[in-house]
């Protein structure tokens, strides 16, 4: 069985607010400062740039939205540039965090996958599930940008999904 | 790869020649452990204890006949002894002294079977290990040793427990022997609990190994030496194991035992084994084996090793031939010792979170990840991989640090004194007997001493020892609220510092943060005069305005991301006083009218947090509640006061340049308004007056008055007197605080103004030849875009006396490691009679130190002045030497509240609260109960006070305090993603001047529906908002 689940906007915003957690400071007591506070506020405001374009492909679809992904990529890059010998610790946590995004939403969208249907009177059961979105995973925060991006702005993902009659 | 030949290796103990002094150390194999090893292990734990023999029999006295009397009654069996003394008269220490002597003698005719059926007997009268009633005389630490050996023996077993007893009563019995100058005994005692080690918990092997280290550094013996350090290094190898934060104690324990081997063949032999143990459990380790290879005599070191002279030369200090030789040497060796170092750099990274920096109120010192094993030298911090960013954080805890040369930080460290002092008074009248001093080394070395747990009824002694206990509490709970009513505001001014304070702003003067700033690259003022063409007071000015140049950049280009992070995702630690430090601003912007920069706004805000406290300071005596309410509201009002300061008083400090014809002027703050301070000398009088009420005031803690019946709300009437009648005795307790005299005063701040920024432990090597001290120095952690440590080479000629007196260390001690330093000094700025700096400026400095030798340099912008001065001198000879004293308040006033711990553990072990008053019963259960929520109070150290949310209040006024103190930024964050960016831009560039932009009104009106009213457009430009209230003098 072929079939489309739609993604709801509170999921979406949970695939963000997992996303967001990652990469955050480490709890400091006492009279204490991060050293890694510099590194952590590039990567909040490269990430605030890429939820506004997440959120927006979400909410007006690819077209209406493509100013401010193409906003975030500019300013991404620039900020991880910025960032000097410490750019690729803000590289690595936008791509854990656009990674997190893609899997969290992948996994609310196969969690509204029935595991069983009852169907002409018969229960059948789920065997396997194929997605036909395809995850690509690289180490360029493009790349992984475009993707998490697609996914908001589809809005749907097909899902092909086998079912086996149950035993009686 | 392990090359050293060892010739018992997984064999068998060696042959029980049971010299006990040092040859009873024995390599465990666990694979094939029997009966006659644990024969062996018995009869040494048994010689140790002989050793005690003789001041057993000097216990028994007069009354020997009556106990061998008794003894003859009890047929010898030992429950019996210990029950029929019970019922007749007691059982006494020389009772205890007989009972250890017969069965020492009488072992292995049938006693080791009495004594193993007796513990239920001996347990009553001597109790077990780690609990209160653990003796703490030598006759009932034999006994317990014995017990545990006995059962050991009949149970022929390693059974924990009886092991574990065995172990400690032989490491009691070494202490005791210790204190009794018997150091010889108490070494053969320790040695035979830590031959038990490898069936004992992990802390019990530290202290036994700890403490054979320290009895062999007194003895003087230099191979007992070698055996205390293997043992050391065998535990450390196995706690890293476990716990990869020791890994450097391991590495630095395993190269002083491998530089310096015994010089008798047996005992090296047995060494050796151990130290290939560890090398074999510790790949970390492998680097240091030449070390190892090299101390050996050359006939006992394997074929086929490489050429050894190199790592001779690179571990032995003591360098005879010329320079030119060692330096030749030094080529061969160098590469491997740089690997050396960084092995040791990656074990010392496993110890530590890498982080955070921050700033200690027990010390005033700081610590930062990439500087607790580097030193800066020369232009080293130039290279620094992250160099903004870590100018900006040591900008920030140097700030820290200044904020506590002030009211605030004096008083917190005066309150720790007195509580050193009450908790030495409760650690020496009522621990288990005997009753015996117990100054601060001890309580640093021993730990705090269980008290005597009442057994039957509570009795006056014990009512009084609440009291006391409750005393220390109540103080150290104290200590809590005051640091946690200023930590905000310390936060919100050093991170206005790291934002706002750009020194390029100020082109007259600059802040004491930044002094210390100019000081980290080392340069030579007459030499960039001679370079630049210029005066050498314009070559010092420019050499400033570059570091200057340097911090702003940084400043400006990572500043506001580092905003952003305190004011997002560390908002609760930071928004409330970074937000009441901007409205201060703020109100001091609109009385001035003019836009006062953030570098001149940082200075008076500094210089009035540090000056201007003193009456924001409640009596430090009052009962914790009410100090609590008036610790908060004073600080509010301070703040409030210091917002409404007259513009008159900003303007003279802001720019203020010290006037030549009046030196010694200094100023102070009262309620908000500047005051001229007489002079430099009677302001450190008054300091010492100041830190002796402090001290005063905080022994008066729940004395008399200021212990109000009513903090124990459920205390019936009986309760209420008896606490009324202890508070009233507690007043005959001495008022002035010991330990607070004036020069005890003026030694400790004088120490306290030194800031060690960098130390590590570096190699070193002394070339007779020109009397040159090398040292090879880590400069900094991470340098370059690798991020690989650094390393330079000191070389630098020694005065020849002090080039003799290093050499004599040297041969005493055999360690290739000094301790090396960078320090600034926080002082006040003083000139000597030359007109040259002598003290202050954040002036650095180079020490090294190895034992009683030390040697300083001026670096910073001084590098190349000759001459120290001597009161800095000492200064930082106090600062960097281990002190027992300092270490003991440190420790008692510090995270780990020991004395809060104890207290704990002796209210649980108190069954029944009932004091019986010549039939009067009076129950005094409320009362400990209190003293058990504060207890737990202080060991959680959970917020005693929320004063953020007031602090916001009284800034910003109602509307935006509770939005921002609910949410932080949240729902900006949420309705308009992109401008939590902007905002935070907006916050980092207004700190340093008023934002002139008409494009913020946008910003600004979508802030106030989602935050609350923080913008405002002044005269001069966009700026923080303000209460209305705020900046108003209520006279």
Known sequence: METVVLASHDRFEQAVAAASRIGRGEAVEGLAASVDAAVLGRVEEAWD?????LREGFRYGREKAAALLDAAVERTEQIIQEAGARGREVHEILLQRLREY??????????????????????????????????????????????????????????????????? | MLLLPVSHAGSAPPPARMDPMAENIIAHSFAGFDESQLQFLVTDCLMSLMRCAGRLEAELADRDDGYRTLLQRARGDPALVLDIAAREGGVTGELLALLDLVTLHSWHRGLSILLADARPAVDAHVGPPGTAGFPRTLPGAVLSALLGLAEVQEGGSMEPAAVHRAAAGLERCAELLRDDD?????????????????????????SATGLALELAEEGGSPDNLCFARARRVEFLVAAAEEDPGRRIEAFDAFEAAACRLPADADRRRVVLRCLQACLERAPYLHLLLPVLAAALPPDERPDGLPDLAPYQAATNPLWEGSSAEWLQQRQAFGGWLVQVENARLDAARQARARHAAGAVWADWSIFHPGLREAVPHGTSVLRERDLQNFLLVLGHEVTHVFSMVGAVGVASLAMRWALLELEITVATVYREPPYQLAPPDVLRLKGIAPLRVPRGGLEWLDVLLLAELEQTLEVARKIQVLEATWSPWFEGLAVFGEAAADPTMNALTYSPTTGVIHHLVDRQPAQLAQEWGVE????????????????????????????????????????????????????????????????????????????????????????????TGAAVRLHLEWVSNLAAAAAGDLRRLAGYIPDPERPGLRFG???????????????????????????????????????????????????????????????????????????????????????????????????????????????????????????????????????????????????????????????????????????????????????????VQVRGLGTG???????????????????????????????????????????????????????????????????????????????????????????????????????????????????????????????????????????????????????????????????????????
């Open chain 1, 49 to 53: 740039g890429i939820v506004a374009a």
């Open chain 1, 102 to 168: 893609a899997q969290e939403t992948m996994h609310s969208t196969l969690a509204q996958v029935p595991a069983t249907i009852q169907l002409g009177g018969g229960s059948y059961s789920l065997t396997t599930v194929n997605l036909t979105h395809k995850l690509v995973v690289t180490g360029s925060v493009k790349t992984n940008l475009m993707e998490a991006f697609s996914l908001a702005a589809s809005r749907e993902i097909e899902i092909s999904a086998d079912y086996v009659r149950a035993a009686e």
């Open chain 2, 182 to 206: 018997a150091l010889d005994d108490a070494f053969a005692c320790v040695l035979s609990a830590i031959n038990l080690a490898p069936w004992l918990r992990p802390a019990q092997r530290e």
């Open chain 2, 536 to 627: 050498v007071a314009a070559a010092v000015r420019r050499a400033r305005d570059e570091l200057e140049q340097m911090y702003s950049g940084a400043l400006r280009s990572s500043g506001a991301y580092r905003l952003r992070t305190y004011l997002d995702q560390y908002a609760p630690k930071y928004q409330a006083g970074y937000l009441a430090v901007r409205a201060v601003v703020s109100a001091w912007r609109a009385a001035l009218g003019e836009p006062l920069s953030g570098a001149e706004a940082f200075q008076v805000l500094l210089h009035a947090t540090r000056f201007g406290a003193y009456d924001a300071l409640p009596h430090l005596g009052l009962p914790l509640e009410e100090f």
């Open chain 2, 669 to 855: 703050w009262v309620k908000g308004k500047l005051m001229e301070d007489s002079d430099e000398d009677a302001i450190a009088e008054e300091t010492v007056r100041l830190v002796e009420r402090f001290g005063r005031e905080t022994l008066q803690s729940l004395r008399g008055p200021l212990a109000p019946v009513w903090r124990v709300a459920d205390a019936d009437e009986r309760c209420a007197h008896i606490m009324e009648v202890t508070a009233s005795s507690l007043l005959n307790a001495r008022a002035e605080p010991r330990m607070l005299s004036a020069d005890a005063v003026h030694s400790m701040i004088s120490r306290q103004l030194i800031l060690p920024i960098g130390r590590t432990r570096a190699p070193f090597w002394l070339i007779r030849d020109g009397h040159f001290l090398a040292c090879l120095i880590r400069t900094m952690e991470s340098s370059g875009e690798a991020g690989a440590p650094s390393y330079d080479l000191l070389i630098f000629p020694l005065p020849e006396e002090s080039f003799e007196e290093l050499a004599r260390e040297v041969e005493a001690r055999g360690e290739y490691r000094m301790e090396v330093a960078r320090v600034a000094d926080l002082a006040d700025i003083r000139l000597d009679g030359s007109g040259a700096l002598a003290r202050g400026d954040g002036r650095n400095l180079i020490v090294f130190r190895y034992g009683e030798w030390s040697y």
């Open chain 2, 865 to 1035: 002045a000759g001459q120290v001065d001597e009161s800095l001198l000492d200064d930082i000879r106090a600062r960097l030497a281990e002190n027992p004293v300092f270490d003991a308040h440190a420790w008692v006033g510090g995270a780990q509240a020991p004395g809060a711990r104890r207290a704990l553990e002796w209210i649980d072990a108190v069954e029944d609260w009932t004091l019986d008053l010549s039939g009067l019963e009076v129950d005094l259960g409320p009362w400990a109960r209190r003293l058990r929520d504060v207890a737990v109070q202080v060991l959680e150290n959970d917020p005693p006070v929320r004063v953020e949310d007031e602090l916001l209040r009284m800034a910003l006024g109602d509307a935006a305090a509770a939005r921002l103190g609910q949410h932080g930024l949240a729902p900006l964050a949420q309705a308009y993603p992109l401008d939590v960016a902007k905002l935070t831009r907006f916050l980092d560039a207004s700190g340093r001047m008023p934002v002139q932009d008409d494009a913020l009104d946008a910003l600004a009106a979508r802030v106030a529906e989602t935050l609350g009213p923080l913008m405002a457009r002044t005269p001069h430009g966009w700026d923080v908002a303000r209460a209305e209230t705020l900046g108003h003098r209520e006279e």
